[in-house]
């Protein structure tokens, strides 16, 4: 049980983290007026990312 508990804890902590850099991408993202912008700018972040 103790391996369960440690795995969800590390999933919370990388969720939390998650959580709060696609809120500090909206900030920017949202920033920008046009709708083809804003998807092109995601596209480029997820582009990047590694999954």
């Known amino acids: ?5 440690c795995y969800w804890r590390h999933y919370d902590q990388n969720f939390e983290e998650v959580k709060k850099q696609l809120a500090e991408l909206s900030e920017v993202v949202n920033k920008f ?4 912008v804003q998807l092109r700018i995601v596209d480029l972040v997820f582009a990047g990312a590694k999954v």
Do not use: H
């Open 33 to 36: 007026k046009s709708e083809a």
């Open 1 to 5: 049980m103790l391996i369960g508990e």
